[in-house]
């Protein structure tokens, strides 16, 4: 039971952190595209690429918290 519960915390913390830097990743990313072609060109540029890969990694972690719900169900193994 006890891993049960250490599984879960796991996922929750890992869901839950995943979901905020997605969510500032691609909110960041939004207002780099608003800037192109405007005087802040260059800041909008930069934006978009650290906003898109702060996006994509907090994507990656919501992703990865799943496996800590398989492992507190009790689905060990890997499908082929």
Do not use: C, P, W
């Not at 039971?1 to 909110?27: C, H, P, S, W």
């Not at 990313?29 to 702060?54: C, F, K, P, V, Y």
């Amino acid at each position: 039971m006890d891993n049960i519960e250490v599984n879960l915390g796991q996922a929750q913390r890992k869901f839950q952190t995943g979901m905020a830097l997605a969510t500032i990743g691609y909110t960041v990313t939004i207002a780099g595209g608003l800037m192109l072609g405007r005087e802040n060109d260059r800041l909008g540029q930069g934006l978009l690429i650290a906003g898109g890969a702060t996006g994509v990694a907090g994507t990656f972690m919501l992703v990865d918290s799943f496996k800590h719900l398989g492992r507190a169900a009790g689905n060990n193994k890997r499908k082929r």
